[in-house]
């Protein structure tokens, strides 16, 4: 497990815990090797990739001085997007909201991924 977790590493303890933890995870999987250390790469890039993703529209949100509420309307036409339709897409509250979305796609990747033996 040593190889996988050295190429995650750098980022800190917490980052390095969650590494490690994904790492058992898929290690008692099944995943081994490079396939183990792709997996993993896949997962925490995913989630990282989400969380600032998700950091980003909280910044922009908070630069413009406006409520979340208030935002999708002042900034929908300006991005092209119907002002509700953004507003579902940013509210924690909706069903199709940020961690719906994070919740199926990780579903996604995880489903996808398949441990392969090295040949």
């Known amino acids: 497990m040593g190889a996988a977790v050295a190429s995650h590493a750098g980022l800190g ?7 490690e933890r994904v790492l058992g995870v898929l290690s008692s999987a099944g995943f081994k090797g490079v396939h183990l250390d792709a997996a993993v790469s896949a997962v925490i890039h995913y989630v990282v990739g989400a969380a600032v993703t998700d950091a980003a529209w909280t910044a922009t949100v908070r630069r413009s001085a406006l409520t979340e509420r208030d935002w999708p309307t002042a900034a929908g036409d300006q991005l092209g997007v119907e002002p509700d339709t953004l507003a579902a897409y940013l509210s924690r509250d909706d069903l199709a909201g940020p961690a719906a979305r994070f919740q199926s796609g990780l579903r996604a990747i995880l489903i996808g991924l398949r441990p392969r033996q090295l040949r």
């Open 13 to 19: 303890p917490n980052y390095q815990a969650f590494t």
